[in-house]
């Protein structure tokens, strides 16, 4: 942990209130989300169902136990112990911020299925124009990575490390003692998701996988509920199975460029999630159904959320945590 990051931990330990700021923050913008999640709901006449997501109630709370725990004993641990009580901390920090995550995508999830089900005008008919226009045929392309396995399984792999990315990334920032960068990962996480879902309900496309009928495993079963959604004949969101719902733009490009960005400064990890989320950009129109345009979309997305938080303007908000 470097001397500016151990200052900002002194201060906090000084006055709590300030280092919980942007944590309140967070959850009041996930409050937020949740409400209007309940209100949509309640006027769209559409239900949540469960299901076996529920059993993940006793693992939510068994975290919750721990770091509570973790937070309890950095008050308790005797002097002469300050690197057991650093790593404590940053072990209470990054779960306290894990779960407001887990919170923020649980409502977001449920806010994709509501916009997928306001049936705006589809833009996909211009979506595949603009591809062809500069050169791009996603059908070739599709069916190309097809007859290439080994491509198709580094890309499959690629695709499928998002979700494990999406824990693992502030898990490496958190425990490395890197807390403002988890902070600004997790902010610029949040703006991604709200800007895409909030381009994606004005402007749907159904994905590439719908609009060329592609019927093989793990392409259109995908998104299977999207039109459902769409025509009314579904009426229930189970959260046991959320689907991915916003093809405009690639939610997939943006966090693997904010997957790299966050660890750009750490030795051992830099160079390979850049490796690994090249990949992960280069599997999105095959492996995820997206456009070219939902690509380049993802692309503008990424950089204009890093200039935002990077933006000085808010640079005393995110250090004072």
């Known amino acids: 942990m470097d001397i500016s990051q151990n200052a900002i931990i002194s201060e906090h330990s000084k006055n709590p209130f300030r280092a919980l700021t942007s944590y309140l923050a967070a959850w009041l913008v996930i409050g937020a989300i949740v409400l209007a999640d309940l209100l949509w709901l309640r006027a769209s006449g559409l239900h949540i169902a469960f299901g076996a997501s529920s059993h993940a109630l006793a693992a939510f709370s068994a975290l919750v136990f721990v770091i509570c725990w973790t937070s309890y004993r950095t008050r308790t641990v005797h002097a002469g112990n300050e690197a057991w009580i650093t790593r404590l901390r940053d072990l209470a920090f990054t779960g306290r911020w894990m779960i407001a995550l887990a919170a923020f995508c649980t409502a977001a999830s449920v806010s994709s299925h509501l916009s997928a089900a306001i049936g705006a005008p589809l833009i996909d008919d211009r979506l595949v124009k603009i591809d062809q226009a500069v050169g791009f045929d996603w059908l070739t392309c599709y069916r190309w990575v097809r007859h290439h396995p080994v491509l198709l399984f580094v890309l499959s792999l690629a695709y ?66 999207f039109f459902p959604l769409r025509e009314g004949a579904l009426r ?56 070219l345009c939902d690509i380049a979309g993802g692309i503008i997305l990424a950089l204009m959320v890093i200039l935002l938080i990077n933006d000085r303007r808010f640079e005393g908000f995110f250090n004072d945590r």
Request: one cysteine or more; a positive charge.
């Open 160 to 225: 499928g490390s998002g979700l494990v990315q999406m824990i693992t990334v502030p898990v490496i920032l958190g425990l490395t003692g890197r807390r403002v960068e988890l902070i600004k990962h997790v902010a610029r996480l949040m703006v991604a998701t709200f800007t895409c879902l909030a381009i994606a309900t004005a402007f749907p496309a159904a994905s590439a996988f719908l609009h060329f009928h592609i019927m093989e495993p793990g392409t259109s079963e995908t998104v299977s509920t």
């Open 236 to 291: 229930t969101i189970d959260l046991t199975n959320p689907q991915g719902l916003v093809s405009m733009p690639s939610m997939h490009t943006a966090m693997a460029i904010l997957f790299a960005y966050s660890l750009r400064r750490i030795p051992g990890f830099a160079l390979a999630s850049f490796v690994l989320n090249t990949f992960m950009i280069v599997s999105t129109p095959t492996q995820g159904g997206h456009y």
